[in-house]
């Protein structure tokens, strides 16, 4: 089953040092993740940017989708995966 967050909730996220995804924060919790594919969008020029690359990332126990804004600069958790 699959989650779609309404509301796409703001995460924290820890890159390594080459700026590889390690690990997502959310509810207080520091979840190790591992990269399994990742794109990026651009469209709606014609109203308000929306600029987003995505990643979909596997947990110890879920697998989610996640996005950093790249106009905000902030991160998002969308989707969770049962």
């Known amino acids: 089953m699959t989650r779609l967050l309404r509301a796409h ?6 890159l390594d040092a080459s700026g590889t995804l390690v690990a997502i924060r959310w509810t207080g919790r520091r979840e190790p993740v591992e990269v399994c594919n990742r794109w990026r969008i651009e469209e709606a020029w014609w109203r308000d940017l929306i600029a987003r690359d995505y990643f979909k990332v596997v947990g110890s126990r879920w697998l989610a989708l996640v996005y950093f804004d790249r106009v905000a600069g902030t991160w998002h958790l969308e989707r969770l995966y049962d």
Request: no cysteine.
């Open 9 to 14: 909730t703001v995460i924290d996220a820890e």
